[in-house]
């Protein structure tokens, strides 16, 4: 569908294990049961092609022994927990992934203020938050600091020479992001744009400015450390999750090699339903990411425990997305097992979700669809409407509304940003545009020859 697919480890790499727990400075017991004679068994049995494992999350500390020199180890740490996950996906000849969180560093922060990305007012910005601007503690990361160089790429060439680790998944990046108001920013902003001040608040003159400068700004963060990955060691592939995907319209530039994004501790279903029917436009390698455990009433609160997903409800999730031609993984995290322990009865549960993926891989695997109704997400439209997180700031209700109505009528659906759409859309015999109301030109003006040419095309929205 495109001439430029990413790469991937080979089509029998299908089915993958994620497991992250996110170490931190008080932790102790990281890797202790993270060894071969434990993993390994509990591996087979879940039958994953490929496998993640914790690095570095959100707080920003190892469970493995960085020697990098801007390294957050912590300070108590007994076990290299990345040395027993390599060593036992060796002996089953599994590619090894890093879960590693990228924009999100709190350890990071905390020893280089000056690093971090700084909100509207000149303050730090704390953890990253769904549309408000915030203030807090530096803990997220500025992409023209010194970050890049001086912590991250360094850590995943020494991923890369110490453990042969074979791809990364940079968590805590798209999601984690907004405009950065530093010198360093404002001062590229004025000289790209010749805009003097930044706006400080979405509606302001010159936001949809300002936020994609910030976009263009991330995806050349990424492109760096893409390219430094390569350059070192050419076949090792690497992802930054949620990048590309249905909050994230416009043509993918990022040089990663595939997709993927974890969906979700709640919704997953209907999340997956719009995620599958965009990305699949991408012309990449993708997965979708289970996170095999869900609670039901607000994340993190006392009377809302963490439960594991019973199987039937992880393979509703999977047939959704395996039936528009992705991979897939599912997301463990023991809650409360900090020592790497893979738990038997969840494993359990994961096998039953892999048999029945593996059940419906010669099938599905790779599949496309027959286009019949595109529904448009223009990535033009989305910049003009952003609010601050560059992947929260997206609203993305009208979009939805459109492909759940359709679905449930029975029509096939496809997600298609302008570019995706523009190549294609003689290919389809009804376009939808729900409340689009920023086209670009050469986007309305195709759809003007579009229906002057038979196509049907619902608009929907006011004015
Ligand atoms: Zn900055």
Known sequence: ???TPGRWHGNQFYFGLHYDLHAGKEDTEL???AVPA???????LSGADFVQTDCKGHPG????FSQAAEASIPPKLQADALQGWRAATQQLNLPLHCHYSGIWDKAAGEKHPEWTLIGPGGDYTGPPSPDSATAGKPERMCPRSDYLDRLMIPQMLELVDRYNVNGFWIDGDLWASEPCYCPRCRAEFTRRTGIPEPPKEPGEPNWPQWVSFALDSFYEYVARYCDAVHKHSPGVLVCSNWLQTFRNPGPPVAPTDWISGDNAWIWGMDGSRC?????S????HWDIMLWGFFCSHGMGLPDSPWTFKPVQMLQQEAAVTLALGCALQVYEHPES???????HWRIERIRQVNQFVKARQELCQDTETIPQIAVLHSEHHTRQNMGRNLMWGVDPAPVQGA???????HYNVDILDEWALLPRLKDFPVVVSPEQNDLSAEMVSALKEYTEQGGKLLLSGTG
């Open 1 to 3: 569908m495109n001439p």
């Open 31 to 33: 890797g202790l049961r």
């Open 38 to 44: 434990e993993l390994v068994p509990l591996l087979m």
């Open 61 to 64: 500390y190892t469970s493995w």
């Open 275 to 279: 995620e599958a029917r965009f990305i």
């Open 281 to 284: 436009t991408r012309g990449k």
């Open 337 to 343: 097992v900090r020592s790497g322990q893979l738990i």
């Open 403 to 409: 492909v759940y109505s359709l679905l449930e009528n």
